[in-house]
């Protein structure tokens, strides 16, 4: 390992939200995955409310083709707000004043062919810059009291280094992530002492899967520049995070909250099903309707 550096603060995140959405068509023929709503607000302002809560300043959407829509989700508009200030909206409007990013607190790239993650994070380069950057994969979706992104901060403030978001799956279910060996299998935060994509059944280091919630050092992007193929003949960011082992440390956080695949139909209907009971405005008028149905 090479000499320890000063923790340098975490101000971009990037969002990898290039992806074509088959699994939701035709809902995402015209219209991005992420702009799917869980209850009243797009999966990727989630994402976007969980960078922001943890301190992050930039945020950086590497996207693909029929993607303007996010960019228009996070600009001013101002026919509507215009029309909410007219109407009496003061409480929409402020909503939408809150959300809105400082000006030059976005940008976006694209990545013209869907190579993989790591070929998406590499697409952000020359946005975050020489400087260690926080990645959320939007579909994936995190909830607890304390936000993933907040507490990986902590840990990273504490000692710096890389650092990977984590939570237990089933042993029969670790062949398909990305999978997490370390030092303490029970704390809160622990040295990873191996990493594996997709290992093959009964070969995982731990239970302990990849959840999408990530710290990295600049120096990802020299060995993602190798665009070396990895499984499913992609270009995985996991494989870059093992040769970066080599002489950087990582750590796993250990996630405690719940983790909604909105990649999936499932794991989005039960998202909004979530988030929806935990609002004081829905709960019992969705618990009613639920039990009529079941």
């Avoid at 899967?209 to 050092?217: L, N, V």
Wanted: charged letters at 25%; proline letters at 5%; glycine letters at 8%.
């Amino acid at each position: 390992m090479s000499a320890a550096r000063p923790v340098q603060k975490i101000r971009k995140a990037v969002f990898p939200v290039a992806g074509l959405g088959t699994r939701f068509l035709p809902a995402t023929k015209a219209m991005p995955k992420e702009m799917l709503t869980v209850v009243d607000r797009p999966v990727i302002q989630h994402a976007v409310d969980e960078a922001r809560a943890a301190g992050i300043e930039h945020f950086i959407f590497v996207t693909g083709r029929n993607k303007g829509v996010i960019e228009d989700h996070f600009d001013s508009q101002f026919e509507l707000e215009n029309t909410l200030k007219q109407r009496g909206k003061d409480t929409d409007l402020e909503q939408l004043m809150r959300d809105l990013p400082g000006a030059g607190q976005t940008s976006f790239t694209r990545q013209q062919a869907p190579l993989g993650l790591g070929h998406a994070v590499w697409c952000a380069r020359e946005l975050v810059g020489n400087e260690p950057f926080a990645l959320l994969l939007p579909d994936m979706l995190h909830h607890a009291p304390k936000s993933c992104m907040a507490e990986m901060m902590e840990a990273y403030n504490a000692t710096g280094g890389n650092h990977v978001a984590v939570k237990p799956v089933p042993d029969d279910q670790t062949h398909m992530y990305g999978i997490c060996g370390v030092a303490d299998p029970k704390a809160k935060v622990s040295a990873i002492t191996k990493m594996v994509e997709k290992p093959k059944a009964g070969t995982a280091p731990s239970n302990l899967h990849i959840t999408g919630r990530y710290i990295i050092q600049p120096e990802i992007f020299a060995l993602l520049a190798a665009q070396e193929r990895g499984a499913g003949g992609e270009i995985q960011l996991t494989d870059a995070m093992i040769k970066l082992q080599a002489s950087q440390a990582f750590h796993a956080v250990r996630f405690d909250g719940e983790i909604f695949d909105c990649g999936s139909k499932i794991g989005w209907l039960t998202a909004n099903v979530a988030y929806a009971l935990k609002r004081d405005d829905l709960r019992a008028e969705l618990t009613a309707e639920l039990k009529k149905l079941i």
